[in-house]
């Protein structure tokens, strides 16, 4: 196994770690617990994201461009996105609202699904999907997306341990934060979708062609 593939497997053995330090949140509300718990998520998370980006270095600099990879790179990459939004929907602000609504990762979800469906599809008929420009926007606001929301929840442990009188004003910053973080991610999440779904539309129509003809 080449290093390449070794940085791909890393991400995905990161993956269970990740979700399993933000669970800690389940068992303890102390600030301290809390703020390793999260700093150490974000950790976690910048380290994955960042053999993301070795990876297709490596891959394309000595040519180590392999099935394994092509296969197991951006299931990587989703495992690692989709594990964060799913367990947002778990956490919960001080208002009891979750950092990202169980609606909002469906639709992220969704066009995960319809996406790698449509590579499949493509892959039929000897054709390759390439990632667009923004398609590849979408996956690094995400990945900006998650850190910024780790980070802030790590603030907020922070001033909850040492200056608590200045919680309110923090929450409130946060549900701004986290709403904005909502919106851009959302946004490019469905507007790549619907590019990956108009430019391969020639794919939909024939399939719906060899459906009809059964």
């Known amino acids: 196994m080449n290093i390449a593939n070794k940085l791909t497997l ?7 770690c990740f979700v399993a330090v933000l669970q800690i ?14 700093l150490s ?36 990459d989703k495992l690692l996105t989709m594990s964060a939004f799913v ?7 001080d208002n009891g609202q979750p950092i990202f609504p169980a609606w909002a990762t469906i639709v992220i979800l969704g066009r995960e ?5 449509l ?12 990632a667009d420009s923004l398609g590849k926007h979408k996956t690094i606001w995400q990945l900006i997306g998650i850190s910024t929301i780790l980070a802030c929840l790590g603030i907020r442990d922070a001033i909850a ?12 910053v946060l549900r701004v934060v986290f709403a904005v973080v909502l919106v851009v991610v ?22 719906h062609g060899h459906g009809s003809s059964r």
């Open 10 to 16: 890393l991400r995905i053995i990161l993956i269970p």
């Open 25 to 38: 949140q389940n068992i303890t509300a102390e600030p301290s617990k809390l703020l390793l718990a999260h």
């Open 41 to 76: 998520a974000l950790i976690i998370f910048v380290i994955a994201a960042l053999t993301d980006l070795l990876d297709g270095y490596y891959a394309r600099r000595y040519s180590l461009v392999t099935n394994f990879g092509k296969l197991m790179d951006p299931l990587a």
């Open 87 to 93: 367990s947002f929907v778990e956490m919960r602000l």
């Open 113 to 117: 699904f319809l996406v790698t469906g």
């Open 119 to 130: 590579r499949a599809l493509a892959l039929e008929r000897a054709r390759v999907i390439q």
């Open 161 to 172: 341990l040492y200056i608590p009188p200045s919680l309110p004003t923090c929450d409130t």
């Open 186 to 207: 959302l946004a490019l999440t469905l507007a790549s979708g619907v590019q990956y779904m108009w430019k391969n539309r020639d794919l939909l129509a024939e399939s």
